[in-house]
């Protein structure tokens, strides 16, 4: 499985945009790029996915590199409530596992 | 999105005996599930795979006949973790693949074990 690299923690101040990265640098052709974030004493939530282009939802847009080896993940906003844990995964259509790497927690300031 | 649900969300048990963790997809069928633990301050990590109607496939060390896996259906999957003993106290979560959104993995919300 093709392995992810992000930094061990990152702050932020409340209000201000975000910009969470990840490399990926060995990922292949059929590998989407998944962002999840957990909340503490809680299971992994969804945030977003992609495979080539950007793309933007509710929660968060993320930005893929032309060459796929390295992503970002873009909070607009950050709140208190964006303090959590964010895992880059790559996850290959119709593979078996999902591999966490040691992620980013998130530290939001007031 | 898919819900996955996990009970129970917290659990204590005495040394020694056995407890039963359930994960039912609720509104999709899940080929396949799997299981992680995660020690405080520590990523998820990956126990085993569970696919409807077969034998689960364990990650390198990790003991298949002390955590018994049972996905009997499309919509649950079981975790048994048999003779518990204090080092077993984690946090075990669930996560469903759905046979019609293969690019997506939804969690359930964690199930806290302690066992004393």
């Known amino acids: 499985d093709a392995k992810t690299t992000q930094p061990n923690s990152m702050e932020s101040n409340e209000e201000e945009p975000v910009h969470l990265p990840c490399n990926h640098s060995?990922?292949?052709?059929?590998?989407?790029i998944h962002w999840y974030r957990q909340l503490p004493s809680q299971g992994p939530e969804y945030v977003i996915h992609g495979l080539t282009s950007n793309v933007n939802n509710r929660m968060a847009s993320l930005a893929i590199a032309e060459d796929r080896k390295s992503s970002t993940l873009i909070l607009h906003r950050a709140t208190l409530r964006d303090a959590a844990v964010y895992y880059c995964?790559?996850?290959?259509?119709?593979?078996?596992?999902?591999?966490f790497g040691a992620g980013t927690r998130l530290f939001v300031k007031a | 999105g898919a819900v996955v649900s996990q009970h129970p969300s917290r659990v204590i048990c005495k040394s020694g005996t056995s407890v039963k963790i359930e994960c039912r997809s609720l509104d999709f069928q899940a080929t396949t599930m799997f299981w992680y633990r995660q020690f405080p301050k520590q990523s998820l990590m990956l126990m085993a795979t569970?696919?409807?109607?077969?034998?689960?496939?364990?990650e390198q060390g990790v003991e298949k006949d002390k955590f018994l896996i049972n996905h009997a259906s499309l919509t649950l999957s079981t975790l048994t973790v048999t003779s518990a003993h204090p080092e077993d106290s984690s946090f075990y979560i669930c996560?469903?693949?759905?046979?019609?959104?293969?690019?997506?993995?939804?969690f359930g919300q964690g199930t806290r074990l302690t066992v004393v």
């Open positions: 995964i790559l996850i290959i259509t119709g593979g078996f596992k999902t591999i």
């Open positions: 996560s469903a693949r759905a046979k019609s959104i293969q690019t997506e993995a939804f």
């Open positions: 060995t990922i292949s052709g059929t590998d989407y």
């Open positions: 569970s696919n409807e109607g077969s034998k689960a496939t364990y």
